[in-house]
Each structure stands twice: as structure tokens, then as C-alpha cells.
């Protein structure tokens, strides 16, 4: 069964702190590895796809990277506006559903 | 171009009735996935469906069911309320079935007495 687990919970940063979120992951064969921010009241929002162990992906201060068991979401001196839950996610081989991690909720403080 | 609507946004309901929720996906995606988030367990998966056919199902009971229309738009039902069913339902479309982007919309947060 394809399972996802994301640590810390909770991170709680200073602005300008940088710091990083774990995604560890089993699937039965990686289609792909997603990673999602969610604010609160709303939908998650889709931020990168990962294939292959080795790939990296950035989008202003984050950066996502990928291993075969894990990924990290490495945020490099965070804004308060960067506060939200981000989520993981996996998707098999076969092209089943998507398995989602139960996130970490990040806060940055001013 | 518009996004994922689901309406309605809040509902309360009692134990033993039945619900129904709505989603317009974006235009041009043809399918539409239904997930139930709780702070317990997290991004549930419901089921899929494209073309007015279920592509994919999650592990959920028989209560909750779903349906596709022609434009695409979907509804899910659950019949037989249970306290356990409060959480916020949210809807996924995407261009294709287990398509790797989904587009998820700002859910219906269905409370249960």
C-alpha cells in the first residue's frame, strides 16, 4: 500500500530563517512526487512534480528535490506570506490516485 | 479563466440525511476528482471520474457515490449522514484521468449534529 509521511508537523520560523520539510515516501513504482501548498479556507494549490530521484525543482524561495525514498521542500529566507500547510503527494506507476502526505503547517513570524 | 467552483461552500446537516455537493471544473478539463479532508486522516481520496464514467474509487463505503454530467460538471451524494462524515469535501479537475496537475477548488466544509 503507498504510503506518504511528512515531518515536522509543524515548523514555526523567523523570517529570513531558512529551513527544510520532509516528505518520506513507499509506492509501488513513483509516476510522480507532488508537492501542494494549502492556505487556510482554501483548496491546495499545486507548486511542483518530481519523476526521478536526483531532480530538482524552484520556484522563488522554494525548492524541491527528490530521492528514492524521500523529498524535501527546502525554503530559503521565508516570508510571512509563505505561511500555510504544504503537502505531499505521490502517484503510482499504474497511473492510480494520488496518496497524499498529512502535511506540515508552516508559520512564518515577522 | 475561472477556477474550480464548489457550492455550496458551508453546510450543516443532521445524522441519517443525505447531501449533495456540486463542482464546475475549469473549463476544457474533463475530469473531476473528489477528496474528504479531515485534521485526522488527512487528504482522503473519494473517486474519480471522466466522461461521465468512475475511472477510479477510493476506500470509502457505499454511501458516498458520485456522478458526472456532460459538461463535465459533478456531484457527489452521501447518503445516511454520520457524525464521522463532517470534514471539508474537496473537488480536483484536471485535463485527463490521473492527470499529474490537479486543480483543486476551496471545498464544502460539511458539518454533521
Known amino acids: 500500500e503507498d504510503q506518504v509521511t511528512q515531518s515536522p508537523e509543524a515548523l514555526r520560523l523567523q523570517e529570513g530563517e531558512s529551513s527544510s520539510l520532509n516528505c518520506s515516501y513507499t509506492v509501488s513504482g513513483l509516476r510522480g512526487l507532488f508537492w501542494y501548498r494549502q492556505d487556510p479556507g482554501k483548496g491546495p494549490e499545486f507548486l511542483f512534480t518530481?519523476?526521478?530521484a536526483g531532480e530538482e525543482k524552484e520556484k522563488e524561495r522554494l525548492k524541491a528535490t527528490l530521492t528514492k525514498k524521500e523529498s524535501f521542500l527546502h525554503i530559503t529566507a521565508p516570508k510571512p506570506e509563505d505561511s500555510a500547510t504544504y503537502l505531499c503527494a505521490v502517484q503510482g506507476a499504474y497511473g492510480q490516485n494520488f496518496v497524499f502526505g498529512p502535511g506540515t503547517r508552516l508559520s512564518v513570524l515577522p | 479563466k475561472a477556477g474550480v467552483t464548489q457550492t455550496p461552500r458551508y453546510l450543516i446537516k443532521t445524522r441519517g440525511q443525505q447531501v449533495t455537493l456540486s463542482c464546475s471544473p475549469i473549463?476544457?478539463?474533463?475530469?473531476v476528482s473528489w477528496y474528504q479532508q479531515t485534521p485526522g486522516q488527512g487528504l482522503q481520496f473519494l473517486f474519480e471520474?471522466?466522461?461521465?464514467?468512475?475511472?477510479n474509487k477510493g476506500n470509502f463505503p457505499g454511501r458516498f457515490s458520485g456522478r458526472q454530467f456532460s459538461n463535465s460538471r459533478s456531484e457527489m451524494n452521501v447518503s445516511t449522514l454520520e457524525l464521522g462524515d463532517s470534514a471539508l469535501y474537496l473537488c480536483?479537475?484536471?485535463?485527463?484521468?490521473?492527470?499529474?496537475?490537479?486543480?483543486f477548488g476551496s471545498g464544502t466544509q460539511l458539518s454533521v449534529l
Open positions: 480536483a479537475s484536471s485535463l485527463a484521468v490521473s492527470n499529474e496537475k490537479l486543480f
Open positions: 518530481l519523476y526521478s
Open positions: 471520474y471522466f466522461s461521465e464514467t468512475q475511472r
Open positions: 473549463s476544457g478539463h474533463r475530469s
